[in-house]
């Protein structure tokens, strides 16, 4: 993901992205507790996840490192003793527009095969016209799970929060059709409209109609209401990852849930409301022509488009062989 960052928190990353040997060895095995909201957060329907600690509060009595250069104490995420708590706010008063959505950079950018496991991520923006409170991090290092995130405990005035919403759907779906232009390589380079491709949005099912083959997943945040165990598991959901930023995330086993080579439509769409079997909320996130832009990332990939009229997004990705 590449939004969100102030410049000084850019600046910090350059400055501290250096290696301790030793250290994360040493963190190997030891118990892991959840991240911290560091950069601020909409509730676009007033639902809101479960965060550590209070609101525009810092309580960092845990495990730190002091970078020798600048001699700034950086407190570890996931430590029971360090946890903080950026702002967040209600949006449920009035329609949350959406200023950007940013697709996970390596579906931008990488053709993927069949026996892949893909991580997609989507995370919704909004520019604020008044700044919301979050924390300064610094990535310290690591790579993939073994990422080490930070805070100095630093307050700042963000001019972007990140936007929740409890009625975001994720589906997954096979396509018939080849929906970009392909350069020799057969890489996409650009994408086809859905009207010359013969697919439509149905509103009911949440689905693309017309040349689309089987669907993989379909499933919606608030699904999760009242459930638990291994179902629970299964249901779409948002997180709040390292650098302290909500985000939708979704692994895809593609060896395991696959309909053979092609490409595959992932859209992240807004329902209208909830299911009958839940309590009522109504849907306050939208995607807004003139307002709503895609967070363009590096090309080799999926093309992410905007359908404002039936408030979703989509990539397609292309899966090959090997």
């Given at each position: 993901m590449r939004f969100g960052k102030t410049k000084l928190v850019m600046m910090l990353l350059v400055a501290i992205c250096i290696c301790v040997p030793g250290l994360l060895s040493a963190k190997k095995g030891e118990e892991s507790f959840g991240n911290n909201l560091s950069l601020p957060v909409i509730w676009a329907e007033g639902k809101a996840l479960d965060m550590r600690g209070v609101a525009m509060q810092a309580t960092l009595d845990g495990p730190s490192w002091t970078d020798p250069e600048t001699n700034v104490k950086w407190y570890y995420?996931?430590?029971?003793?360090?946890?903080?708590?950026?702002?967040?706010?209600?949006?449920?008063?009035?329609?949350?527009?959406?200023?950007?959505?940013?697709?996970?950079?390596n579906l931008e950018a990488q053709i993927w095969t069949i026996r892949s496991i893909v991580r997609t991520e989507v995370v919704l923006f909004q520019d604020l016209a008044t700044p919301m409170t979050g924390y300064e991090m610094a990535y310290l290092w690591g790579d993939g799970i073994e990422e080490v995130w930070a805070t100095n405990g630093n307050q700042y005035d963000s001019n972007q929060a990140t936007v929740f919403s409890w009625l975001a759907r994720y589906t997954v779906q096979k396509l018939d059709v080849v929906p970009y232009t392909e350069d020799a390589e057969g890489v996409p380079v650009a994408a086809l409209s859905n009207e010359d491709l013969g697919?439509?949005?149905?509103?009911?099912?949440?689905?693309?109609?017309?040349?689309?083959?089987?669907?993989?997943?379909?499933?919606?945040?608030w699904e999760a209401e009242g459930v638990d165990g291994k179902t629970l598991s299964e249901i779409y959901s948002a997180e709040l990852n390292v650098p302290g930023k909500v985000i939708y995330g979704w692994n895809w086993n593609v060896k395991r849930n696959n309909d053979g080579t092609g490409y595959y439509r992932i859209t992240f769409s807004l329902d209208p409301q909830t299911g009958p079997d839940k309590t009522p909320v109504n849907c306050n996130t939208?995607?807004?022509?003139?307002?709503?832009?895609?967070?363009?990332?590096?090309?080799?990939?999926?093309?992410?488009?905007?359908?404002?009229?039936?408030?979703?997004?989509?990539?397609?990705?292309?899966?090959?062989?090997?």
């Open positions: 995420q996931q430590e029971e003793l360090n946890y903080w708590q950026a702002e967040s706010a209600d949006g449920s008063g009035g329609p949350v527009n959406v200023s950007w959505i940013d697709w996970g950079d697919l439509s949005w149905n509103t009911t099912t949440r689905e693309w109609e017309g040349p689309v083959g089987v669907t993989l997943y379909n499933s919606a945040v939208f995607f807004t022509d003139g307002t709503t832009q895609i967070l363009p990332g590096n090309p080799g990939g999926g093309i992410p488009q905007i359908d404002y009229g039936n408030n979703l997004t989509y990539i397609d990705l292309k899966i090959i062989a090997r």
